[in-house]
């Protein structure tokens, strides 16, 4: 690979954030190779950014994402902690020892029956002679329970951190609050593997830019995240620090205690993060911060189940591909920072995400006459959970359309001829698009589409003022005394006094008559 990219560090913290980033780095992978038909990618995103190159203690040329990943005992199923791709087996074989063994074996989680197929290494040999892995069938979506299940990527030995005094599953030993995240990095033990870890990362980068955090909001994982991003700002302050909050997709009225934990660990999430990130930006398709259950948001062009993260996360994560373009290009100036910064002026230190997936190319079409058939409604899809942003004031934003041949285009923020890749275990969620994502009457049999055309959105809106006063709103009325489980796990009544306030000035930026548009 070319050298002189400007790096940048992934951190993934929490089960959802792993969802989203198996997704995410599945689709890297998949924009490594060629594309259909043999033909070579325009080249535009440099995929040095996102990845390191090693080599194993074998001398094997390794090509690995640079990730550390934060998740809890019982996450990985048969994911091994330090990989697989630098493990010594002759080292392993090895036993110095010349006394009498005793053998103590714990029985191995069992591989997923229904995803075997389609984590082989043999894939498919498809009609134009090359190797694809096969599709999860309809149905068999239900039976994917951990992100490990299908992720595709061999991650560096460096990159997986289980937290095990916390579990993933149980009614036990769950980290569900903000404080007992905030509490995870104040151990030494996990505080000094998460520094050991950054310093391997960074120490090797020429140009590092920035980190971008995937942290779920939801659960305790938003103190961990806050955490991170605080440990972050002291130790690389002037890199970029873009963190996306992610929220799983609707939620039940009749988990009353679960309800009122999500809403205040996304409230201290969003606040603590706003104030130790470059920006924050909320995911999710559940359709509301707070505890108001709405309807989960809706694709024109998609069809998706909002029941399963593997269906979910396969959708931000196709959207934080593109939305994130402007600091991978190969061409740009555009850093973390610089985006930031257009992003989050005068304190403005929260976004939203919005998207068009796909984006409705039609063969012959000119990007003026696809726009004009949208109609005057906005055309995209809200990301964040933030109500829709049609008819407020735009502060500012970074807009890309990517997979559009140039020539049917008159101008755009962020154009490129690379479509997102969609290749398998990507959701087969699109029924009448082409291989390329070209809108169509009807998809032929059997042809699943392999590319889309995708419109995506970074926007600083007015909307947001209403957004986080309504959240500070529901946080006033609580009665903590009911929720005192949440409290004594690090939250004290002065962090919640200060929790309103600083909910309130973050609204206060977002005042209609403040600020630039852009």
Same mark, same amino acid.
């Given at each position: ?42 080249? %535009? ?21 640079? #990730? ?21 087996? +002759? ?35 498809? =009609? ?11 149905? &068999? ?13 061999? #991650? ?11 579990? @993933? ?17 104040? %151990?030494?033990?996990? *505080? ?6 950054? @310093? ?49 997709? !609707?939620?039940?009225?009749?988990? !009353?205690? &679960? ?12 606040? @603590?993060?706003?104030?130790? =990130? ?6 999710? *398709? ?6 108001? !259950? ?16 593997? @269906? ?36 403005? &230190? ?10 409705? #190319? ?34 500012? +934003? ?16 962020? #154009?490129?001829?690379? !479509? ?13 698009? =082409?291989? &390329? ?63 309103? +306030? ?5 609204? +206060? ?10």
């Amino acid at each position: 690979m070319a050298g002189g990219a400007r790096e940048v560090l992934t951190l993934q913290l929490g089960h959802f954030a792993g969802f989203v980033g198996a997704h995410w780095w599945n689709q890297q992978d998949a924009a490594l190779g060629r594309t259909t038909e043999g033909e070579e990618s325009p080249g %535009e995103l440099c995929p040095d950014v996102l990845y390191r190159s090693g080599r194993t203690l074998h001398g094997q040329e390794t090509y690995t994402p640079r #990730l550390i990943l934060m998740d809890l005992k019982g996450s990985l199923n048969t994911l091994k902690e330090e990989g697989s791709l630098y493990r010594d087996r +002759q080292l392993e074989a090895a036993i110095a020892w010349q006394g009498k063994l005793t053998t103590h074996r714990e029985e191995a989680n069992s591989k997923n029956p229904n995803l075997q197929d389609l984590l082989s290494a043999e894939g498919v040999l498809s =009609s134009d002679g090359a190797l694809r892995a096969k599709l999860i069938q309809n149905g &068999k979506e239900n039976s994917i329970k951990v992100w490990s299940d299908f992720l595709r990527v061999h #991650l560096h030995p460096r990159s997986i951190c289980v937290i095990q005094k916390y579990n @993933h599953d149980g009614e036990t030993g769950r980290l569900e609050a903000f404080g007992q995240g905030e509490s995870v990095l104040k %151990e030494p033990r996990y *505080l000094e593997e998460l520094e050991d870890r950054l @310093h391997f990362y960074v120490e090797e980068c020429d140009y590092l830019q920035g980190f971008q955090i995937l942290c779920d909001l939801h659960d305790g994982f938003s103190g961990v995240g806050a955490k991170t991003a605080e440990l972050l700002q002291d130790e690389y302050s002037g890199r970029g620090v873009l963190t996306w909050g992610l929220l799983p997709g !609707p939620y039940s009225l009749g988990e !009353p205690q &679960k309800n009122i934990y999500r809403l205040l660990n996304t409230a201290f999430g969003l606040v @603590h993060l706003a104030g130790y =990130s470059s920006f924050v930006c909320p995911l999710s *398709l559940g359709g509301n911060l707070g505890l108001r !259950p709405k309807p989960p948001v809706n694709f024109p062009y998609l069809h998706y189940d909002a029941t399963l993260p593997f @269906h979910c996360s396969a959708i931000l994560a196709t959207a934080l591909d593109t939305v994130t373009v402007p600091y991978r290009l190969r061409s740009s100036t555009v850093s973390m920072a610089h985006l930031a910064d257009v992003l989050s002026f005068s304190g403005k &230190k929260v976004v939203t995400a919005e998207a068009i997936i796909p984006f409705p #190319l039609v063969r012959g079409q000119s990007l003026p006459d696809i726009l004009m058939q949208l109609g005057e409604a906005t055309p995209w899809t809200s990301l964040s959970a933030c109500g829709d942003s049609a008819g407020h004031r735009c502060f500012a +934003q970074s807009v890309v359309l990517r997979g559009i041949d140039r020539a049917s285009h008159t101008s755009s923020s962020y #154009l490129l001829l690379t !479509p997102c890749k969609m290749a398998p275990p990507y959701p087969h969620f699109f029924s009448s698009f =082409s291989q &390329k994502g070209l809108a169509m009457d009807g998809a032929p049999k059997g042809a699943a589409v392999q590319s889309i055309p995708v419109f995506g959105a970074l926007r600083s809106t007015s909307s947001l003022q209403r957004t986080l006063r309504d959240l500070g709103d529901e946080l006033a009325r609580l009665d903590l005394r009911r929720w005192a489980s949440f409290m004594d796990a690090g939250v004290e009544q002065d962090d919640m006094e200060e929790l309103l +306030q600083e909910l309130h000035s973050l609204a +206060q930026c977002y005042q209609e008559g403040g600020g630039l548009s852009n």
